[in-house]
């Protein structure tokens, strides 16, 4: 029996649902987000042999998830946002979003829609230029260039000139230094980018290498 399995990624977590050929729902899972996600997923997926995985979005949100099937031999179909859209107003008569419904929208384009866009393995070149956005991104974040959310003043760029106080203790009007007196005392000290730790610049190295 063919087997379409409609999945709606979500930062989070992610919902499958699998369909037969008459659009009757057989099963639905959701997993978290995490590393296990691929052998959560390709486990609960194991009794439908002949399967097919539509993911909304494969090139954007569901990018990872999309990846990590592909690479296990499965085959995946890229279905957009607004054709899961579409199939989900046409047949609820509501665009409300709900994760179960969501996929299985997903799981319906994917059957009755021909020409979709099959998902292929990234190349070397795409993975090199994420690790490469994703370690400008963080440097991007730690020397304070990234833009701070409303009402929240920039943070100062580069190492500090006056001592930092210790965790805990107001800073006085001296070591809050000149050109400072407008920011905040709480969070001064403790803002991303004012000096960066060995042990965050090696943790993120390690995510960068895991990625």
Known sequence: ??????????????????????????ATITVRATRRQTERLLGWAEPFEQRTW???SAGGLGYLLAQQLVDAGEHVLD?????ASRVRVLGTGKSDKNDPNDARSVAIAALRAPGLRAVQAADHAEVLRLMAKRN????????????????RPRAPRGRPTTRLPAEGVPPTDQER??????????GLWRWPGARLCPHRLHRRRSQIRES
Do not use: S
Not at 1 to 17: E, F, L, Q, R, Y
């Open 177 to 186: 230094g000149p050109g400072l007196g407008h920011l905040p005392h709480r």
């Open 1 to 26: 029996m063919n087997v379409t399995i409609g999945i709606d990624p979500h930062k989070a977590t992610h919902t499958a649902v699998a369909i037969d050929r008459d659009e009757t729902e057989l």
């Open 136 to 151: 400008q991104d963080i440097g991007a974040v730690d020397a304070g260039r990234a833009h701070p959310p409303p009402g």
């Open 54 to 56: 539509a993911i909304e």
């Open 79 to 83: 279905v957009p946002a607004t054709l």
